[in-house]
């Protein structure tokens, strides 16, 4: 077993240089380095050279699901189903009233930033007019039209992760879509949770489901799931979130067991647990 050495930071109601709320839900860093914290109560930003935090006043005490950054260097994130976008010390708020409810945010491989909605559309931003072109996703009207989580691949299509029709892929030039994984092998629906590429051909998609692996060259698909006989295996099928790390490992974060670390050349799952002493 491996160890690994961390840094805890808490909040603390004493002390406003800490994080505001120890419900993380989504780290961003941007190309300058900066890294922003989405919690359930706002976004802060870490300042590594003294290890304290501030706030990004405009996040409120939001729930916040998906931080990004455009070309141009402006902040985008989600918070409770609103997208906002921080241009300088401005922010520029679209309500759900009058756009949509967001579910998630990427920038595609042409430089254009598209955005999720809870209602199974894409839409692209156009920053000359300041609105959205909107595609539909399923074509027809569908029971469970959640999107989940989007993806901007390298080859000009967005990966599209759904709450009930599993994987799809969105082609930016043709504006069409076309299924990838739909169903589980005893045709439950896949609840798509990230999706993150791990080399030219191989995407992983986390799900309810445990892993899938799709492999764009070969077309072939791998699941990778929890077994109780193999004390190697992923630690729970419920995983959330893929993070790449600079040797190339994977980390998959469960809802039940913990971290997950995989290295292709053992082939296997390493688990971290949180340390319920502390």
Request: negative net charge; aromatic residues 14%.
């Amino acid at each position: 077993m491996a160890y690994i050495t961390t840094r805890l930071f808490r909040h603390d109601e004493d002390d406003a240089s800490t994080i505001g709320n120890d419900y993380i839900r989504f780290l961003h860093m941007n190309k300058k380095g900066e890294l922003f914290i989405g919690t359930q109560r706002g976004i802060y930003l870490y300042h590594p050279l003294s290890e304290s935090f501030s706030h990004v006043p405009s996040s409120g005490t939001k729930s916040i699901k998906e931080i990004t950054t455009d070309v141009q260097g402006n902040l985008w994130y989600i918070a409770e189903g609103v997208l906002t976008c921080i241009k300088g010390n401005k922010a520029k708020t679209y309500d759900i009233a009058k756009y949509f409810w967001a579910t998630s945010v990427c920038t595609a491989s042409d430089g254009n930033l598209w955005i999720a909605t809870a209602d199974g559309q894409l839409k692209k931003y156009n920053p000359a007019g300041d609105n959205f072109n909107s595609y539909s996703v399923f074509g027809q009207p569908v029971p469970t039209q959640w999107i989940e989580k989007i993806y901007a691949a390298p080859n000009g299509s967005i990966l599209i992760g759904t709450s009930a029709h599993g994987l799809l892929s969105f082609d930016i030039t043709s504006s069409t879509t076309w299924s990838i994984i739909k169903y589980n092998s005893d045709q439950t629906s896949i609840y798509v949770r990230d999706i993150l590429q791990r080399n030219d051909d191989e995407y992983w998609v986390a799900t309810e489901s445990g892993i899938f692996v799709y492999n764009t060259a070969s077309g072939s698909i791998i699941n990778l799931k929890k077994d109780y006989h193999d004390p190697y295996s992923i630690s729970d099928n419920a995983v959330y979130t893929l993070c790449k790390d600079k040797e190339g490992g994977l980390w998959a974060g469960t809802f039940f067991g913990g971290m997950n670390y995989y290295v292709e050349q053992h082939a296997i799952f390493q688990k971290y647990f949180p340390d319920r002493k502390r």
